[in-house]
T-cell receptor, first 112, second 116 residues
Framework: LAKTTQPISMDSYEGQEVNITCSHN???????ITWYQQFPSQGPRFIIQ???TKVTNEVASLFIPADRKSSTLSLPRVSLSDTAVYYC?????????????FGKGTTLSVSS | DSGVTQTPKHLITATGQRVTLRCSPR?????VYWYQQSLDQGLQFLIQ???????AKGNILERFSAQQFPDLHSELNLSSLELGDSALYFC???????????????FGQGTRLTVV
């Protein structure tokens, strides 16, 4: 099970782009990288998932370098409502349970 | 709304008691996951069921047990409750027994348990 390391917290202002990097040095060949968002007193919500290179959806982009030892979640033009905890998960899609082990996450605070 | 329903939303009980938390997964989802979230421990994976069978076990105490019924709803039973069991308990569901690009997990709103 690949261990992930993320910054504990980040601060930003409205309208800025935020990049949250996650380190996963011992990622395995079959592991996917998934990011979840959690607001206070709510359940986590899936944001984006990728295996390599770049993935983009309507919410965020995920950049994964060739060695896959890290990944960066990019949130374009954040707003106050993006204040939340962001979790990076790395796991093997074929092993039950391993893809949903959450770390401490990164608390993003967006100010006006 | 994720489509995952958890009841009750809030629960206050005394130490030593037993409670049951209920989770109804999204329609069509066969896999159910239970999580405990406390301030000091973060989001801890407890157990996963798929189509009625236990699929994976995490940091679940022996005082806790779970099951998934034929209609796919799941219950988490917590017994001999201690003050430290106070936490948010989340249920999540997904279509398949494991997660891949086609099967993200959807979380419910949680049950807040307070043990006094």
């Amino acid at each position: 099970l690949a261990k992930t390391t993320q910054p504990i917290s980040m601060d930003s202002y409205e309208g800025q782009e935020v990049n949250i990097t996650c380190s996963h040095n011992n990622i395995a060949t079959n592991d996917y990288i998934t990011w979840y968002q959690q607001f206070p007193s709510q359940g986590p919500r899936f944001i984006i998932q990728g295996y390599k290179t770049k993935v983009t959806n309507e919410v965020a982009s995920l950049f994964i370098p060739a060695d896959r030892k890290s990944s960066t979640l990019s949130l374009p033009r954040v707003s106050l409502s993006d204040t939340a905890v962001y979790y990076c998960l790395v796991g093997d899609a074929n092993q039950a349970g391993t893809a949903l082990i959450f770390g401490k996450g990164t608390t993003l605070s967006v100010s006006s | 709304d994720s489509g995952v329903t958890q009841t009750p939303k809030h629960l206050i009980t005394a130490t030593g008691q037993r409670v049951t938390l209920r989770c109804s997964p999204r329609s069509g989802d066969l896999s159910v996951y239970w999580y405990q979230q406390s301030l000091d421990q973060g989001l801890q994976f407890l157990i996963q069921y798929y189509n009625g069978e236990e699929r994976a076990k995490g940091n679940i105490l022996e005082r806790f047990s779970a099951q998934q019924f034929p209609d796919l709803h799941s219950e988490l039973n917590l017994s001999s409750l201690e003050l430290g069991d106070s936490a948010l308990y989340f249920c999540a569901s997904s279509v398949r027994p494991h997660l891949d690009r086609a099967s993200e997990a959807f979380f419910g709103q949680g049950t807040r348990l307070t043990v006094v």
